[in-house]
């Protein structure tokens, strides 16, 4: 069984940044796209960022573009989110997610494997 596990929320001020780390486990996984979705209590779980394998290009939420980065260690198994000049309306739990046909997509439906979550919060 594949697990995924979350790290690095917390409380971050406006304009602060943050690093979630996801650390992936279990029988010999390989060529595993991986995302960071989002959600807040009473809404929709929402896509903000993915990349396949390779790791070369990065898929984001328009509103995280250019303030967030994904990137990966595959040696490691280990994603991460970058999360820079982070505003309130980011405060939500983050999830991890791995879809193992190397596929980013934008749906929660396709992801295989889901982590727990780490819940980002940003006020003053």
């Known amino acids: 069984q594949v697990q995924l596990v979350e790290s690095g929320g917390g409380l971050v001020q406006p304009g602060g940044s943050l690093r979630l780390s996801c650390a992936v486990s279990?029988?010999?996984?390989?060529?595993?796209?991986a995302a960071w979705f989002r959600q807040v209590s009473g809404k929709e779980r929402e896509f903000v960022a993915g990349?396949?394998?390779?790791?070369?290009?990065?898929f984001y939420k328009d509103s995280v573009k250019g303030r967030f980065t994904i990137s990966r260690d595959n040696a490691k198994d280990t994603v991460y989110l970058q999360m820079n000049s982070l505003k309130p309306e980011d405060t939500a739990v983050y999830y991890c997610?791995?879809?193992?046909?190397?596929?980013?997509?934008?749906?929660?439906?396709?992801?295989?494997?889901w982590g727990k979550g780490t819940l980002v919060t940003v006020s003053k």
């Open positions: 997610a791995v879809e193992l046909s190397n596929s980013v997509s934008y749906r929660v439906s396709p992801w295989d494997y």
């Open positions: 990349t396949r394998w390779s790791g070369v290009t990065g």
């Open positions: 279990g029988p010999t996984v390989t060529n595993y796209a």
